[in-house]
RNA sequence: GGCCCAUUGGUGAAAUGGUUAACACAUAGCCCUCUCAAGGCUACAUUCAUGGGUUCAAAUCCCAUAUGGGUCACCA
């Protein structure tokens, strides 16, 4: 019996012939150098802070090239897949503003013409290429058990030798064809595996694009291509599919590089062109004992693409950190291009940090706040409205209510050669500015928070003095500043500092603590942005209001 | 255990055989200042996991050791 009978037997309704395939997915027409990328999850969970920055960096080399990066969904795996995991992972993109230009878009619906990219619905032409491999003898039917590969895996850890399923140790390997028909024709279950060509004693190299040169062993492990259900494995999927989409560069995580040697041979069973390989280190963290691990799905929040959506920090911000931990140089390309976009960034896989690196949210909160420095006050507004309409819907009543005002606040000290830095995230922007709104300010007095001045006789005094005498809401800067110092000298205390830090003993106080008197009592707060803007934006009415709380006392 | 990878300050890192080991975050101090947020300045690795070697010269090359990570599934 031939090879071509068995390949009859296991898949006798597909056809080996793969040119058709490789007729209706043919080469892609894109300019020199154009990079095709894919983001390749499986649908088991939220989408991890490290595949995201994997998703990200393909969509930016992609993008880079003027080429393409798609979506495809490794589902072969029922029994981990969960429901709605599609949805979710389309989800997570979205959030993160990561656009795909062919792909899944969700569970019935794609764009492209490389599909379907959904791995479960592409069943056929794995099988197809497998039949093929069984033909030219390159492949095979294995009948062993759990029980008999468990054996064999204990055999060899007794004698100390390599683990796994080759050469000498595999038992269906050299099956005659008749025995493999006839077993499969009494109903055995079986798998199909590569029947390697290759020798351990040699060596593969991989030109890693981000890790150069590096030697391994030959595989000589036969390898599962498709499992019982007829669905393919990982290794094998990969190798059909990134060709049959035409990808140029895959980028992936590191755990991949130990199985290079495995696509390498296929890709050259196959006579596929190898595409270029890139493996990205894992993102880290330091956990409450102190030890470095990898991030966690289950245990760090902060692993979640979701966290940030819900933190409200912006998600260019984290785009930024992520391209500064991507690439070493980024951040210096930055402080030089502050006016530049970072899609203009050229991206160098020599410059990716070969080792897992730190997840540093202190670097990230910094960057965000940076980030949100830099924009205007309307865009600041809108992006606010938007987090407030999904996470707290009360405040984002509010700031629509007072929209302009709303945007005012938001400008104070933001129209200058350095601008504040006080947000590092729309959900901190409430704790910052709640005082301006009526709505919010009902404080009860302890609230306040006059630092030196205790006495509260003092306090309406200086307050009512302020008011009656020196507070005219049309005053400029200037004259609102020097009216102050004049109420410091009225009243005893030092309306500078040079002054006040010579002779302490000579004064009651210094500005500071009737600017904070102000302050306070307009806020109850001891730190806040100008206090003229403050005071301006407020308004006269609200002033005199707020500084009247004491009055009754 | 086999194979592979990594190891520079609290953190991310630069430097790819040449002389004082960039930069950023964090931390501390000072300055500026109506308080903050910033900003400016200064401090913070006699040393690049350890031990050998090559060299006029090593964080950079070689070897060994240690530590950490990955992988060795009908998971991806």
Redesign the pocket.
Known sequence: MTNEDLANVIFPNVSSDTSIYEKKYPERNLKEGAIVTRF???PTGFVHMGSLRTAFVSQFVSKNSGGVFYLRI?D??G??SIENGIEGIIKDLNDFDITIDEGALSETKSIGNYGPYIQSERKSIYQAYAKKLIEEGLAYPCF???EE?DSI?EKQEHK?T????YGAWTKCRDLSNEERIERIKNGE???IRLKSPGNFERKVVLNDLV??K????END?DV?LI???G?????F?HVIDDHLMRTTHVLRG??????YPIHTQLFKLLRFEEPKYGHL??V?K?DETG????LSKRKDPEAAVSYYHEKGIPIDAVKLYLL??AN??F??WL?SNPDKSYNEFKFDF??M??????F?V??LL?IS??YI?KLTAEEVYANLEKFTAIYDKDFNKLIKNYKDYTTNILNI?RVQK?????YASYSDIKNHIWYMYDELFKPDKEDYDFQNIKDFNEINKILNLYLNKYYDFNDD?DTW?NKIKDMCDELGYASN?KDYKENPSNYKGN??DI??VI?VSLTTK???????EIMKLLGPEKVSERFLIFNVD
């Not at 390599?162 to 399923?165: E, P, V």
């Not at 669905?231 to 290794?235: D, N, R, S």
């Not at 590191?254 to 199985?259: A, G, R, V």
């Not at 940090?353 to 730190?358: A, C, I, N, T, Y």
């Open positions: 390749a999850p499986s490794e072969t795996d029994k981990r062993c058990t759990e590969i895996r100390k390599r683990i796994g399923y279950k079986y798998i890790r150069g590096i030697e391994m062993p492990l599962v499992k019982s259900d669905l393919p494995l990982y290794h999927a590191d755990e991949w590089i130990s199985s280190g894992v880290m330091v030890a470095r691990r990898k500064t931990i070493s140089n951040e210096s402080s020599k410059k940090s070969e080792s897992g690196s730190l540093d202190e670097k910094n706040k940076n420095s000290e350095k601008p504040r830095k006080d800067k500043f500092m500005i500071t600017t904070t302050r001891a730190m806040t942005p100008d206090l003229y």
